[in-house]
């Protein structure tokens, strides 16, 4: 199940998956992107169906894992995609509503979806939940907090909640994808905000510093596989040399590294 699967990250998610067998259910609220989506999985001999529904909707959201599991089957792998930029620019002069919109699209709604699916996983004793985060979750970004907090926040909620299920069975992970040119980046760039208060991200495509849809992609189809599970509840990067990572994985536990810490003199 990949939430956000409509366009952009969510798209190139759900190509990765339906190329080696997944049977992939994408969900967003637009229905004509859903669709489109799932026309070009099918036309690269792909299996993929639409659910159309508001991951801030809990009734909708229960609603469409009941849908999927009677017609895909049980959901042994959720992608938590679906994310909005949020407002740009000084938080005083930022509409606290949009603001709090921010967290209930990038934060409740991937907590709906989580909580929708682990019933099934849990009783399976199998299962993995990938929250897709940020860079920005785990680096300050003035003129961008809403963003940043609702990443900050699904960060730490991957790790908590990868303890918690750990015995039984399931692996969560938080994954940055990396800058790679989407609708959401092109309103960093191109909008009057988005040049006003974040000049800094220009750079990173002027500098050959951004990333092709396929890295990420990558990245989640090795945590799919189950092969980094014990990683689980680490934030993890496309840069990230993922088998050193594996090989060194009790150290990373022990030393909590690839999580949110507060460094003190």
Not at 86 to 94: I, M, N
Not at 219 to 245: C, T, V
Request: hydrophobic share 45%; aromatic share 8%; glycine share 10%.
């Amino acid at each position: 199940m990949v939430t956000g699967g409509g366009r952009g990250l969510g798209r190139a998610f759900a190509h990765a998956l339906a190329a080696v067998d997944y049977a992939v259910a994408v969900m967003a609220r637009s229905a004509d992107e859903l669709d489109e989506t799932v026309a070009l999985v099918e036309r690269a001999g792909g299996r993929a169906r639409a659910f159309a529904a508001d991951v801030t909707d809990a009734l909708a959201v229960a609603r469409a894992v009941g849908d999927i599991e009677r017609s895909l089957g049980p959901i042994d792998l959720l992608v938590n995609n679906a994310g909005v930029i949020g407002p740009l620019g000084p938080f005083a002069d930022s509409s606290a509503l949009d603001w709090w919109r921010t967290l209930e699209v990038n934060l409740y709604g991937q907590i709906l979806c989580a909580h929708a699916v682990l019933p099934g996983m849990i009783a399976r004793r199998s299962g993995r939940i990938v929250n897709i985060a940020s860079g920005g979750g785990a680096t300050m970004l003035p003129y961008f907090s809403a963003y940043v907090t609702s990443k900050t926040a699904l960060i730490r909620f991957a790790e908590c909640l990868a303890f918690e299920v750990k015995p039984h069975g399931v692996a969560v992970f938080a994954m940055g994808p990396g800058t790679v040119r989407t609708a959401m980046s092109e309103h960093s760039l191109n909008s009057p905000e988005g040049k006003k208060w974040l000049p800094w991200f220009r750079d990173t495509f002027e500098q050959g510093r951004d990333l092709p849809a396929e890295r990420p992609a990558e990245l989640l189809m090795a945590l799919a596989s189950g092969r980094a599970d014990a990683l689980s509840g680490r934030y993890i990067y496309p840069a990230d040399d993922l088998d050193r990572l594996i090989a060194a994985s009790a150290e990373i536990e022990q030393a909590k590294l690839y999580s949110l810490q507060i460094q003190r003199l």
